[in-house]
């Protein structure tokens, strides 16, 4: 079982950013696939960000401006946005896939946080 607790998220400045911070309790974290995903009001959870050893994926919409990390001694994976739109505003999830097969898509997951939110203002 993995738990997951996200934090980081706020009310910013649109082209300010944010950093999110994920840390994960459970054992062989650094065997998870990790990701992060967002969902606004009225609209489904879409993938943002997910990382796989030394591979890392990001959507079309944030990629150059978002970057994903992990610190496997700390269990805890991170996601730096700069630039940040209105269009960002969403709750942010953070998600663990023992198989990195799909990490893309939400049904690729096992575990997920209870999320943080980020608002951007304009």
């Known amino acids: 079982q993995v738990q997951l607790v996200e934090s980081g998220g706020g009310l910013v400045q649109a082209g300010g950013s944010l950093r999110l911070s994920c840390a994960a309790s459970?054992?062989?974290?650094?065997?998870?696939?990790m990701g992060w995903f967002r969902q606004a009001p009225g609209k489904e959870r879409e993938f943002v960000a997910a990382?796989?050893?030394?591979?890392?994926y990001y959507a079309d919409s944030v990629k150059g401006r978002f970057t994903i990390s992990r610190d496997n001694a700390k269990n805890t994976v991170y996601l730096l946005m700069n630039s940040l739109k209105p269009e960002d505003t969403a709750v942010y999830y953070c998600?663990?896939?023992?198989?990195?097969?799909?990490?893309?898509?939400?049904?690729?997951?096992?575990?997920w946080g209870q999320g943080t939110q980020v608002t951007v203002s304009s």
């Open positions: 990382i796989s050893g030394m591979y890392t």
């Open positions: 459970g054992r062989a974290f650094s065997r998870y696939g």
């Open positions: 998600a663990a896939a023992r198989s990195s097969a799909w990490l893309a898509t939400t049904t690729g997951y096992d575990y």
